[in-house]
């Protein structure tokens, strides 16, 4: 099966401070990709997601990165706020396509 | 627009029951998939729906089954329950199939515990 793991599985940050979770993906031909963040009691809420024909994209205080190469990705949140506070996920999909995989998620922390 | 909805939030039963789970998708969305998310697993796929057709399903045994409906709206299926089923189940809806490229959104999920 597909691997899609995350480096770190706690991440603590001073309100304020950048944040930078990592993803490590297994499979080369993954083509498209999605950061999810999960907040306690609900669901996984789209963040951003980027194709493979990219190699860094820009939201709102978020920037992702990837690095097809050494086959990692990356999820930054400027100015990270309380609200931030979650659990991100990584997810990948490859043109075989016929599910996203899942990793296992960092537990983000601000603190105030 | 009125994002993913998934009825009931909460569910308790007892082993060897069954139970239905309800999913409407974000209007629009011909793609249902249906995930269980546990602490020591992750999140795990379990089927996708599109135009009332299963086009993929995962390693899951065959008491778990869903459906399509004509509206998109999506329904999964357990049988004979057993304690490891207890799980948040969770559908995501997108635009088009899940090698279409295109972000899926998830619903709050159903948390369904055994007993």
């Known amino acids: 099966g597909e691997s899609v793991g995350l480096h770190l599985p706690t991440l603590s940050v001073q309100e304020g401070d950048n944040s930078i979770i990592n993803c490590a993906y297994s499979?080369?031909?993954?083509?498209?990709f999605i950061w999810y963040k999960q907040e306690s009691g609900k669901g996984p809420q789209f963040i951003i997601d980027?194709?493979?024909?990219?190699d860094k994209r820009q939201g709102q205080r978020v920037t992702v990165l990837l690095n097809k190469t050494v086959k990692h990705l990356s999820l930054q949140i400027a100015a990270t706020q309380p609200g931030d506070s979650a659990v991100y996920f990584c997810?990948?999909?490859?043109?075989?396509?016929?599910?996203?995989?899942f990793g296992t998620g960092t537990s983000l922390t601000v603190i105030p | 627009k009125a994002g993913v909805t998934q009825t009931p939030r909460y569910l308790i039963k007892t082993r060897g029951q069954q139970v239905t789970l309800s999913c409407s998708p974000i209007?629009?969305?011909?793609?249902v998939s249906w995930y269980q998310q546990t602490p020591g697993q992750g999140l795990q796929f379990l089927f996708e729906?599109?135009?009332?057709?299963?086009?993929n399903k995962g390693n899951f045994p065959g008491r778990f089954s869903g459906r399509q409906f004509s509206n998109s709206r999506s329904e999964m299926n357990v049988s004979t329950l057993e304690l490891g089923d207890s799980a948040l189940y969770l559908c995501?809806?997108?635009?088009?199939?899940?090698?279409?490229?295109?972000?899926?959104?998830f619903g709050d999920g159903t948390r369904l515990s055994i007993l």
């Open positions: 995501a809806s997108s635009l088009g199939i899940l090698d279409s490229n295109q972000p899926q959104h």
């Open positions: 499979n080369s031909a993954s083509d498209y």
């Open positions: 980027i194709r493979s024909n990219m």
């Open positions: 997810a990948e999909n490859t043109p075989a396509g016929n599910q996203f995989y």
């Open positions: 209007s629009g969305h011909r793609s």
């Open positions: 729906y599109f135009s009332e057709t299963q086009r």
